[in-house]
């Protein structure tokens, strides 16, 4: 079990976003300060079409990231895809997060296929480079400087390292911005490859199969369609599900919740705050 503590309360919560300077093209982060400090318990997260890392900053206090029964503590990597993903903290909880578009985190994480799924300490990832990040980022005096070398260590990382294939860039991004309304065939015609072949290198390499990816960037689109007060069937519609139900299927499928249960999810209320620049619904 997670620790427990009282329904969460973004009010309560600092949020700081990054100047565009120090915006990286498939980056996004978001700086959190909870105060005064408080425990929280168990928030369901729901599932999003980036890889994330959470680099904890705070003195005392902690949170603690649970998926497929594997418990993390303090700074973590969540994959795409968590299976029943829940957080929990206490204290005056700090993080800076980082959400990483799959096919630049195979170059930042070096592992971004291995951690479809679940949720992996950041130290296991980046090895001592993590203690290094974490004791520049709390050296810092603002967020704004911690937002700087954020993106010095993400570009240096960036820089010379292995990436996916060019045709798999291209699948993942054109899946992104038609919201997962595209046809793998089609994909394949586009970049002058066989459905066979896109399909092994796209898994290989991101960690999920193009139609799975599809999946979990409609499911992405619906749940802020959602969140944002438009009605299940209106959804259904605007996000391309054959109907309400094939759409009820799939929100339990990704999030384990119902719409309605969507539609209030903390973890989907301060998007709009922290996220600005993110793929919002249309």
Excluded: N
């Amino acid at each position: 079990m997670l620790p427990t503590g009282g329904p969460f309360d973004w009010a309560a919560v600092e949020i700081a976003v990054p100047r565009p300077a120090d915006r990286l093209p498939g980056v996004h982060m978001a700086g959190f300060r909870q105060r005064p400090p408080a425990p929280f318990g168990d928030i369901a997260m729901i599932a999003y079409p980036f890889l994330t890392v959470f680099v904890d900053l705070s003195d005392e206090g902690a949170v603690v990231y649970d998926a497929r029964g594997r418990r993390e503590c303090g700074s973590a990597v969540v994959g795409l895809l968590p299976d029943g993903l829940r957080a929990a903290g206490w204290g005056k909880v700090e993080c800076l997060q980082i959400r990483l578009e799959p096919a630049l985190a195979a170059a930042v994480l070096g592992a971004s296929s291995e951690l479809t799924g679940t949720v992996a300490a950041l130290d296991d990832v980046w090895g001592r480079d993590a203690g290094r990040v974490r004791d520049r980022l709390r050296a810092a005096g603002s967020w704004d400087e911690r937002f700087a070398v954020a993106r010095d260590v993400l570009g240096r990382r960036l820089e010379g390292r292995a990436r996916v294939d060019p045709e798999v860039a291209h699948a993942w991004r054109h899946t992104l911005t038609g919201r997962g309304r595209v046809r793998v065939d089609g994909l394949a015609d586009e970049v002058g490859w066989s459905r066979k072949r896109l399909w092994a290198r796209f898994r290989s390499q991101l960690g999920i199969t193009p139609k799975h990816a599809a999946r979990l960037v409609r499911f992405d689109h619906a749940a802020h369609l959602l969140a944002a007060g438009h009605d299940a069937a209106g959804t259904a519609v605007r996000s391309g599900y054959a109907d309400q139900s094939h759409l009820h299927r799939e929100v339990r499928a990704f999030a384990g919740l119902t719409p309605a249960g969507v539609a209030v999810a903390p973890w989907l209320a301060v998007d709009g705050v922290a996220w600005p620049l993110a793929t919002r619904p249309r």
